[in-house]
DNA sequence: TTGAGAAGAGAAAACCTTTTCTCATGCAGT
DNA sequence: ACTGCATGAGAAAAGGTTTTCTCTTCTCAA
């Protein structure tokens, strides 16, 4: 079913057929509806490679993603193609491990595809994607990695989101807030414990680990095992500590939320909401970051004018049981 | 940088520039030399819009998925991306919810731009896409998901699966084995189940509830508080399900994996690694089955004759420490 | 009645590549 | 010296669409 098809059906040219589909062009109204009418009852869909060819416009965009189990993907990327579907953008998914090799490969591929644009991401923001990304014929977009010089970088503002959840703690009547956090090289990391040290002060040490439960069972045994008072509210690095932090203080028969109130990061859905109590944690509002980055690279692509640098998205609380209290008063 | 570009440093003809890069047609063999250096110097892609108009064949094929989660459909499309790269083909990825619009959109947006072929995929193997593919000019394989009449549908081989569990934990020594699974209305909780029975016997009962962590522990209440003999082992329906298990048993002073073994399914790493102490887990390798997919539906692509029906792949056996033993002997 | 202008529609070029066909050259064989 | 053939290379069409340009016809005003 080419165009070929609707003008002999409606016996009219080629170019009228055209015309009268994309609105564009002199012809009469009937001629035009017509030819509309004929193109759907045949059901003509344009041939988008011929079209492309033509307009330079492939509608198509390249996402170039180094984080193979997706926890941090797979919110960007839904919210990419949520923010593209409807101006008829499709997303290639190019999953590239570490691998500078294919992902050299991956972006040929894509350019020979003559992709609109791409969008870089990635499973850390202060680590770059093993590809150079920063001469390529099309507009980059780097959501959630970092970008190069004179790019566009969206990224989570996780200063703010640490504040959110120290300052919210605090509202609680929590007072001394201790922060058991990822290691110490995660810029992040880095980040959210300095937000954290500017509201919760240094009345508790910020114990740098790994990011996993058990570092959170650990951690809790430290500070328990230390003679002292003990903290009534723990800010954690992400979920999965934090996760290990509540079994921990569960086994150790403290109360949580009434004894101590715990925060997460990352609001992973799955393990927040499975923990028992559930989490409060902070959401980094990734796919509100990748619907940005896909009208990004859009407008990029269309040769509307965004100005380069590096922009922070806000968290948000997303507030379950592990802290008591209700949702955010405001 | 086109062809013509190339054709004109070389200082021939289109049609020879062509066929010297593609290996084609007759020229002197320093003709054919000099015209492919010269493209690799002026950095010479073809482009692949202007090749698939002509060849009828984009290099793209379309993933379909309702599972935005993820869990399932990552590993699926990395095995797809996998076995595809090598072929220069591109994967769309098109995240449908449960929406049958927004299906239908991505699918005719797929077709608009001549995708080779389409793999549908899902999060239940039960279960259809909310968007009908059984009369598609282009080739559909069902990976993971109910297929259609007269398809090309890969599944896991959950029997299989479940008896590699339940035969480990007999080899093990295991002889009251229990069963602590999904809902009864998914299809593999039953096969897995009817699986179970055939190798457990009927000494202990299949309990069915939900996907969820909370049932694992519950379940475990409800058997440890009935009077009589304790199984000394649990087969499990899904990881998460085997987490609440094994924290349950701990919590009730059961040791895992001296007392009681526990077997999960999935082998979700993540949840599977950090459980205390590692589950071991069925691995329905997933990845195998996106690969297999992929190369299946280009096959299809290119004509090559594929018997359609079910295709089952066997599951594997991810022994860590929650059953004791080592690894499987065979 | 003639001229200008607009309206409606088609022809053709362009996008980039591949492929088939044709042409020219040179060489070997008679 | 002439025929036949192989070799090398170019011309042109094809693929489906959009866009510019041209052409015809009609209406209205002078």
Redesign the pocket.
């Known amino acids: 079913m ?3 098809d609707v003008a002999a059906a409606a ?6 057929a ?2 009268a ?2 609105n ?5 109204a009937e ?1 035009r509806e017509r030819v509309k009418r004929i193109a759907g009852e045949i059901g ?4 988008a490679l ?2 492309g ?3 330079k416009r492939s509608f198509t965009i390249g996402l170039l993603t180094n984080d193979t189990y997706g926890r941090f993907t797979l919110p960007v990327m839904a919210g990419i193609s949520e923010a593209l579907v409807d101006h008829g953008v499709s997303v290639f998914l190019c999953a590239i491990e570490d691998d500078p090799a294919l992902g050299q490969i991956h972006v040929d591929a894509m350019l020979d595809k003559q992709v609109d644009g791409i969008i870089a991401s990635g499973k850390r923001l202060d680590r770059r994607l093993p590809v150079d990304l920063s001469s390529l014929p099309v507009p980059v977009v780097y959501a959630f990695t970092e970008g190069s010089e004179n790019s566009v970088t969206l990224r989570s503002d996780d200063a703010q989101g640490a504040r959110l959840a120290v300052e919210w703690l605090a509202k609680l009547g929590r007072r001394r807030i201790a922060h058991i956090t990822g290691p110490e090289d995660f810029f992040s990391v880095r980040e959210r414990a300095s937000a954290y040290r500017e509201v919760a002060g240094d009345a508790e040490p910020v114990l740098y680990g790994i990011w996993a439960e058990s570092w959170g069972h650990e951690a809790v045994g430290s500070i328990w095992d230390r003679p002292g008072e003990k903290p009534d509210a723990i800010f954690c690095g992400n979920d999965q500590i934090a996760r290990g932090v509540v079994d921990a203080l569960r086994e150790r028969g403290v109360r949580v939320p009434e004894d101590v109130s715990v925060v997460g990061f990352d609001n992973w859905e799955i393990l927040a909401a499975q923990t028992r109590p559930p989490l409060t944690s902070i959401d980094m509002g990734l796919k509100e970051l990748g619907r940005e980055a896909g009208l990004t690279v859009l407008a990029l692509a269309e040769g509307r004018p965004v100005e380069p640098g590096v922009r922070k998205l806000p968290c948000r609380l997303v507030v379950r049981q592990s802290c008591g209290g209700m949702s955010p008063t405001e």
Do not use: D, E, W, Y
């Open positions: 080419t165009i070929h016996g009219v040219s080629i170019s009228t055209s015309k589909l994309n564009t062009g002199r012809m009469g001629t003509f869909r344009p041939n011929a079209r060819l033509l307009s």
